[in-house]
């Protein structure tokens, strides 16, 4: 078990311009979540993966992002035309499925500043 | 949607003292965690509580789950220094396909 990486672990971009994190979960897990956290809040959610499928998508997902998960191994999630406000921290987590019962296993996540 | 509501939300309490963490929740759930967050760092899970009246200890952290109320506790006994984190509560909702978290406690043990 090697844990749940993500990178890169800093991105800084100019506001307007497109970015792409990638996300690679822990081997045996095969649901996979994405969770956007500012400063002095709790994580977000914004998307959820079973497999390769995206099961499931928050309201705060704008038509700019888009995550992908093919072949059911490592996400990638793209913002384009970045804004101020995406500015945050972005995780990702990982469990094993198919109970619900176990925790998520987040990585260290990558944070975005747009300026 | 479900909501998530943690108090205190800050906490600085002398080292050697107890006390306890809330975690109230919206909307019926018999699956709760707990997570803990050093600043800069990821998450790292420390309880999950999946059934009423469940009970998890590790250490100095203790934490129980009482569905019928939608209340978790999560219990500091005897805090030391290393305590000092942010702690969230975060909830699965029947039928969700995430967790929702709680804006956490920033815990800050004096020595």
């Known amino acids: 078990d090697t844990g749940v990486s993500q990178n890169p672990r800093h991105k800084i971009t100019k506001r307007g311009q497109n970015v792409t994190f990638r996300c690679d979960p822990i081997?045996?897990?095969?649901?996979l979540y994405w969770y956007r956290q500012t400063l002095g809040q709790g994580p977000e959610f914004l998307t959820y993966?079973?497999?390769?499928?995206?099961?499931?998508k928050s309201r705060l997902l704008s038509d700019r992002f888009s995550a992908e998960r093919p072949k059911g191994s490592f996400s990638t999630l793209e913002i384009q035309r970045t804004e101020q406000g995406d500015s945050a921290m972005y995780l990702c987590?990982?469990?094993?499925?198919?109970?619900?019962?176990?925790?998520?296993?987040f990585g260290n996540g990558t944070r975005l500043t747009v300026t | 949607e479900l909501k998530v509501e943690q108090n205190p939300l800050f906490l600085s309490m002398q080292e050697g003292k107890n006390y306890t963490i809330y975690c109230n929740y919206s909307?019926?759930?018999?699956?709760l965690y707990w997570y803990r967050q050093d600043p800069g760092k990821s998450l790292e899970s420390l309880f999950v509580?999946?059934?009423?009246?469940a009970v998890k200890q590790e250490g100095r952290l203790m934490a129980s789950l009482d569905t019928k109320a939608r209340l978790s506790t999560l219990h500091i006994t005897a805090a030391v220094h290393d305590l000092s984190a942010t702690y969230f509560c975060?909830?699965?909702?029947?039928?969700?396909?995430?967790?929702?978290f709680g804006t956490g406690t920033r815990l800050t043990v004096i020595p």
């Open positions: 975060a909830v699965d909702s029947t039928g969700a396909n995430n967790l929702f």
């Open positions: 993966f079973q497999n390769e499928a995206q099961l499931e």
């Open positions: 509580l999946l059934s009423n009246g």
């Open positions: 909307t019926t759930s018999d699956r």
């Open positions: 987590a990982s469990r094993t499925g198919p109970s619900y019962n176990s925790p998520l296993h």
């Open positions: 081997s045996e897990h095969n649901r």
